[in-house]
T-cell receptor, first 113, second 112 residues
């Protein structure tokens, strides 16, 4: 197992387009998190899955954002009608209940032009 | 608003010196964690300290927690150029299973 994988690493898109990111967590981990990080800031929570159930969504996650985790394995984060303010690093992390700490992926850097 | 705040925002030291970073937070916590982030990369978990612990060590890292002052410190001893990175504290308040609240981080630069 090579850790948490995110794809793509970089995405440049025009304003108004839809984008989808993928996260493959560590296979034994039942919890999966999406965070967003802008320059000079710490990561901000977006949403959280335990197995396939989405248990919490941040108010940061407007109706243009949707996340899924079918079958409790990989997860996708879709942003519809992208805006320049969506430009950020999107980080995925996974953990196992009761374990110490998250394992983060390398992130997907989104640039909306 | 962010739960944790690191201090200083930036720290510049020579190799071999110790680096101390502080974190203050606002509400009660289950645990506090420290992460490192190299430029443009994901975060790497360094150490977790639970609310009933006062000090924890891992290699060259020493973390303290003072719940009465709602503060924590991360000490890196005998720093190396490879320690250059941003360091974040993150708090688990227990409000959502495993959700973490991150500060803005301390940018540490270690000069060879």
């Amino acid at each position: 197992d090579t850790g948490v994988s995110q794809d793509p690493r970089h995405k440049i898109t025009k304003r108004g387009q839809n984008v989808t990111f993928r996260c493959d967590p560590i296979s034994e981990h039942n919890r999966l998190y999406w965070y967003r990080q802008t320059l000079g800031q710490g990561p901000e929570f977006l949403t959280y899955f335990q197995n396939e159930a989405q248990l919490e969504k941040s108010r940061l996650l407007s109706d243009r954002f949707s996340a899924e985790r079918p079958k409790g394995s990989f997860s996708t984060l879709e942003i519809q009608r992208t805006e320049q303010g969506d430009s950020a690093m999107y980080l995925c992390a996974s953990s196992f209940s009761g374990s110490d700490g998250y394992t983060f992926g390398s992130g997907t850097r989104l640039t909306v032009v | 608003s962010q739960q944790g705040e690191e201090d200083p925002q930036a720290l510049s030291i020579q190799e071999g010196e110790n680096a101390t970073m502080n974190c203050s937070y606002k509400t009660s916590i289950n645990n506090l964690q420290w992460y490192r982030q190299n430029s443009g990369r994901g975060l790497v978990h360094l150490i977790l300290i639970r609310s009933n612990e006062r000090e924890k060590h891992s290699g060259r890292l020493r973390v303290t927690l003072d719940t009465s002052k709602k503060s924590s410190s991360l000490l890196i001893t005998a720093s190396r150029a490879a320690d250059t990175a941003s360091y974040f504290c993150a708090t688990d308040t227990g409000s959502t299973l495993g959700r973490l609240y991150f500060g803005r981080g301390t940018q540490l630069t270690v000069w060879p």
